[in-house]
């Protein structure tokens, strides 16, 4: 809803998600006003993609059907009709990938050029998406070396530094872009920083959180108190603004400290850290 509205108010558009699929949205927007726009285009891309894969590895027309139908099971077809970005993620990357692989059977740069534009907005969408880039930098790079040869190899990897530069780049611009000054968020990594202390705190039955983390009347926080907002697969900490400093993702904020202190408290307890992030880590 909130992105909804991004759409329909652009100076509201800010970076606490990447703003790549509003952009997108907007101008689907021109063409079909409302949400529909967006959800004919994540699922007529995902349904292209399917019937591209299916193509690719199957030459017998009874295997492709029996391919597309395992492309409509429910958990995957049916959770594509959310409109939200990490849907945009799925679609955008399932393509990538079939172009990736009609490249390898056909040969063809555009197909090759069409990949990284679907893989780029993939990643640029939804921060957790640049996993994805490992395994598609292998493939796009043993293109280059799959000859071999000393001097090939070499540059292939010149050309990999380059291009993982430029691709990153174009990633973060996207990311960011144009965004209102309002609404710049800073330092929002120290959610998560601010959690794993919270969890530490409890785990060793005292407070270790910064004073400066809190508002002046919540700088002491009891153990119980923490206990009772703590959800270890939640980082609901980002919602407590009544608790914390009210400067904690702006730039103001004393960023560089609160990360010495940060690194300070997982070498001063490095197990219960350890603890800590295995409680995280399933979610």
């Given amino acids: 809803i909130d992105q909804w509205r991004q759409v329909l108010e652009p100076e509201t558009i800010n970076n606490w998600f ?21 959800l004919i285009l994540h699922y007529f891309t995902y349904s292209l993609s399917i019937f591209l894969l299916g193509r690719i590895f199957y030459s017998d027309q009874k295997n492709r059907i029996v ?8 958990a995957t077809f049916l959770t594509i009709g959310i409109i939200w970005k990490d849907i945009s993620m799925l679609v955008s990357v399932v393509m990538s990938v079939s172009l990736l692989l009609l490249y390898e059977k056909n040969r063809n740069i555009l197909l090759l050029i069409a990949s990284l534009i679907f893989f780029i907005y993939g990643v640029s969408v939804r921060h957790n998406a640049i996993f994805c880039s490992v395994p598609f930098f292998i493939y796009l790079f043993s293109i280059i070396i799959r000859k071999g040869g000393f001097c090939r190899v070499a540059t292939s990897l010149i050309l990999a530094f380059i291009t993982t530069i430029i691709l990153h780049s174009s990633i973060s611009f996207l990311s960011t872009y144009k965004i209102h ?63 914390l400093n009210k400067d904690w993702r702006r730039k103001n904020f004393p960023d560089s400290k609160f990360k010495k202190d940060f690194i300070n408290a997982i070498q001063k307890y490095p197990t219960t850290y350890f603890k800590t992030r295995l409680d995280i880590m399933p979610y």
């Fill in 18 to 38: 990447p703003p790549t699929m509003v952009y997108l949205w907007i101008s689907v927007n021109r063409v079909s006003f409302g949400p529909q726009g967006m």
């Fill in 181 to 243: 000054p309002a609404f710049r968020y800073y330092n929002i990594e120290n959610s998560i920083f601010i959690w794993d202390l919270w969890g530490m705190s409890i785990r060793l039955n005292k407070n270790i959180i910064p004073d400066y983390v809190f508002q002046d009347s919540y700088n002491d926080l009891s153990v119980d108190f923490l206990n009772k907002h703590y959800k270890p697969y939640s980082n609901t900490v980002i919602w407590l603004h009544e608790y």
């Fill in 67 to 74: 391919f597309l139908l395992i492309g409509t099971f429910p």
